[in-house]
C-alpha cells in the first residue's frame, strides 16, 4: 500500500470518529450509517479535496450526502 493509501484511511477514520462524537454515537453506529447512506464514499472518492478542509466541514459534507440518500441524523 503507498502513502497516499495509507494517509486516506487515516483521514476516513479520523472522518468516522469525528461524526460519531458530532451525533454522540459510537464508532461502529457511525461506520455503519455513513456506509449505508453513501457519506463513506464520498468522502473517500473525494479525498484530494476534501481533506484540504477541516475535518468538521468533512462531516458537514458526510451529514448533506447522507441527508440526500435517505439518512436522518443530521
Do not use: P
Amino acid at each position: 500500500m503507498d502513502r497516499k493509501e495509507k494517509n486516506k484511511i487515516s483521514y476516513y477514520i479520523a472522518c468516522i470518529g469525528a461524526f460519531a462524537e458530532r451525533f454522540s454515537v459510537c464508532n461502529a453506529f457511525a461506520y455503519n450509517y455513513l456506509q449505508k447512506y453513501n457519506g463513506l464514499a464520498f468522502i473517500y472518492d473525494c479525498y484530494d479535496s476534501e481533506h484540504t478542509l477541516s475535518i468538521e466541514d468533512a462531516v458537514d459534507d458526510m451529514c448533506k450526502i447522507c441527508k440526500q440518500n435517505g439518512g436522518s441524523l443530521a
